[in-house]
Nanobody, 118 residues
Framework: QVQLVESGGGLVQAGGSLRLSCAAS????????MGWFRQAPGKEREFVAR???????SSADSVKGRFTISRDNAKNTVYLQMNSLKPEDTAVYYC????????????WGQGTQVTVSS
């Protein structure tokens, strides 16, 4: 069982920055693929960014050049640095882990609210 706990959300003005953290349990964190997703009110959950066990990253077009995903295996933590935030980035942000060997995101955190005011 893998537990994920997000932190770092909050209220920020447009153009500002936030860094989200996701602390994971598990002795084999370094082998997990990790991802960030978000869900805005009335919308479906959408992919934001991912990082593989080897450090390869990819992100959604809507956040390219503004958001950066990274990981610190020594701390069992994945980060999402969010710069140049826009009101449309307002959502609950979730981290997720590919830890079950299927390639699917098997474990999810409880989410952290990010609100960007105009």
């Amino acid at each position: 069982q893998v537990q994920l706990v997000e932190s770092g959300g909050g209220l920020v003005q447009a153009g500002g920055s936030l860094r989200l953290s996701c602390a994971a349990s598990g002795r084999t964190f370094r082998s997990y693929g990790m991802g960030w997703f978000r869900q805005a009110p009335g919308k479906e959950r959408e992919f934001v960014a991912r990082i593989t066990w080897s450090g390869y990253t990819s992100s959604a077009d809507s956040v390219k050049g503004r958001f950066t995903i990274s990981r610190d295996n020594a701390k069992n933590t994945v980060y999402l640095q969010m710069n140049s935030l826009k009101p449309e980035d307002t959502a609950v942000y979730y981290c997720a882990a590919q830890a079950g060997g299927s390639g699917n995101y098997d474990y999810w955190g409880q989410g952290t609210q990010v609100t960007v005011s105009s």
